[in-house]
């Protein structure tokens, strides 16, 4: 059956998938409904009581907020003040149940790219309570600020998308700002409190833990939306090219898994022997060895990823099955089909017919088709977050790499992963900022002690008052991030 105009071209779809993965992961998303949250998340009420009546309101009262949350600002009167203080005392005394997901996806038909946290209101509350600790006693300013670190964590800790963790690391950093300011004014007792408190707060996710969540969604966006649109073509044209046996194998064919040695996140390498050349090897993330790169280890999943001029091999760890992905094709028409979705004015119809009737028989033809294509397209967005979130924690800028085979990615796995390295290198500061703040804590406690644990900081007295903490992590080439500390121009400088 020849190629029919009528349907959507597969080339319209990935533009439409673009949009909706850059959509996520770049822009502030929109509010969902505040419905939308369980009524068992303890946050819900407050949340409720700032939601505003009319767009009007909206804008009046989060004006106000953006002016009075800088440092510096002028306090907050009258029924501002009655306001802010009334939602910083009810945030303090709010505690989420532990290990309770409160913030869940929502999938719909009507919203097959899932439904976020109401981030307008989140930064509404948390604002609100901030401004109004500033006139509340030192102690209880502390006990505000760890609520919204806490409210923060119940984000971050679950594993949601990007957007969960975005908006909770913007909530937790202006916590860490308004933790800094007071520093100077907490006895020793209030100090050794809050040193304790923090130590208590459930743990902050790696930048590989933070991303895990977001290729859940990833996988699940596809499935949801791309597959079952692969599916119906695949399915109307049965008299084009030939699938190819899934057991084929042919440029590795010699390959054999002999070991595998995972050593945490700092070393991890396999050993193959080379049947063809008669070679045993061994290969870090990087490493090429008889025409052969590992790509990467994933030992949640179990499997390593190599790749070869003619391709990519997969290996399944456990039980040492080997396959292969047809790579070098596909990652050239992958290239000439971003190609056209960034020309203007668009390519002719003519042109993107042919190009969406050659997508679709490049899948026909892979090992499982349409489902085989979505599995390769998930496992490429796995194993390029988990290289950009190891190359954001370095901390010089210098040394970061980008994902190796990003000019080869898909469409929508390019584009999706456009502002992902920015999101993880401020997961990294952000959490830089956390372990500045508890170093602050120990010296401001002992003030002698001037190269507190972790070493990585140094401490200079400001005069203008307070002291700053300076990492070797940098926020600019040459530039480590800079924090000061008890004073009420506390914060990143």
């Given at each position: 059956m020849p190629f029919q105009p009528i349907r959507v071209p597969f080339l319209s779809l990935l533009i439409a998938l673009i949009l909706i993965a850059t959509l996520h992961a770049a822009n502030a998303p929109q509010p969902?409904?505040?419905a939308d949250i369980p009524a068992t998340n303890p946050y819900l009420a407050l949340l409720t009581e700032?939601?505003?009546?009319?767009?009007?309101?909206?804008?009046?009262?989060?004006?106000?907020l953006n002016t009075s949350i800088k440092a510096n600002a002028a306090p907050a009167t009258g029924d501002q003040l009655t306001l802010a203080n009334a939602i910083a005392l009810k945030l303090a005394k709010t505690t989420p149940p532990a290990g309770t997901d409160i913030w869940p996806v929502i999938f719909s038909d009507s919203s097959p790219e899932g439904k976020v946290p109401p981030f307008t209101e989140l930064r509404r509350l948390t604002r609100l309570a901030q401004i109004g600790a500033r006139t509340l006693p030192p102690e209880q300013a502390v006990a505000v600020n760890l609520s919204v670190m806490q409210l923060s964590r119940t984000l971050r800790s679950q594993e949601g998308t990007l957007v969960h963790h975005m908006i909770g690391t913007v909530l937790e950093t202006q916590a860490h700002r308004e933790l800094a300011s007071r520093l100077g004014q907490l006895p020793p007792v209030a100090l050794e409190k809050l040193q304790s408190d923090l130590s208590r707060l459930?743990?902050?996710?790696?930048?590989?833990?933070?991303?895990?969540?977001?290729?859940?969604?990833?996988?699940?966006?596809?499935?949801?939306?791309?597959?079952?649109?692969?599916?119906?073509?695949?399915?109307?044209?049965?008299?084009?090219?030939?699938?190819?046996?899934?057991?084929?194998?042919?440029?590795?064919?010699?390959?054999?898994?002999?070991?595998?040695?995972?050593?945490?996140?700092?070393?991890?390498?396999?050993?193959?022997?080379?049947?063809?050349?008669?070679?045993q090897f061994r290969l870090e993330p990087g490493q090429t060895e008889d025409g052969f790169t590992l790509i990467s280890i994933n030992p949640t999943k179990r499997q390593a990823l190599l790749r070869h001029?003619?391709?990519?091999?997969?290996?399944?760890?456990?039980?040492?099955?080997?396959?292969?992905r047809p790579g070098s094709a596909l990652a050239k028409l992958h290239q000439e089909l971003r190609a056209a979705a960034d020309r203007d004015p668009p390519p002719p119809d003519e042109e993107?017919?042919?190009l969406a009737e050659k997508l679709r028989q490049a899948i026909q033809a892979l090992p499982g088709g349409a489902e085989g294509y979505i599995d390769s397209l998930v496992a490429n967005y796995e194993v390029a977050i988990e290289h950009i979130a190891e190359q954001a924690a370095l901390p010089r800028l210098s040394d970061i790499r980008p994902w190796p085979l990003l000019d080869e990615a898909d469409p929508l796995t390019h584009s999706a992963l456009d502002a992902i390295p920015k999101v993880a290198r401020s997961f990294a500061e952000r959490d830089q900022s956390e372990a500045m703040?508890?170093?602050?804590?120990?010296?401001?406690?002992?003030?002698?002690?001037?190269?507190?644990?972790?070493?990585?900081?140094?401490?200079?007295p400001d005069p203008t008052g307070g002291f700053v903490l300076r990492s070797d992590f940098e926020t600019k080439p040459g530039l480590g991030l800079t924090y000061k500390f008890a004073a009420s121009d506390a914060g990143k400088k």
């Open positions: 969902s409904r505040l700032v939601a505003t009546p009319s767009p009007e309101e909206a804008k009046k009262i989060d004006g106000w459930p743990a902050s996710p790696t930048g590989k833990a933070a991303f895990a969540g977001e290729a859940r969604y990833f996988e699940t966006s596809l499935r949801r939306t791309y597959l079952p649109k692969l599916q119906a073509d695949q399915a109307n044209n049965t008299d084009t090219a030939a699938k190819l046996p899934a057991a084929a194998r042919t440029f590795s064919s010699g390959l054999r898994l002999s070991g595998v040695v995972v050593m945490g996140d700092a070393r991890k390498w396999i050993t193959v022997d080379n049947e063809n050349t008669g070679r001029a003619q391709g990519e091999v997969v290996i399944d760890l456990r039980s040492k099955a080997i396959r292969e993107r017919k042919a703040l508890l170093a602050a804590v120990r010296h401001q406690l002992s003030p002698s002690n001037t190269s507190p644990a972790p070493s990585a900081f140094t401490i200079k």
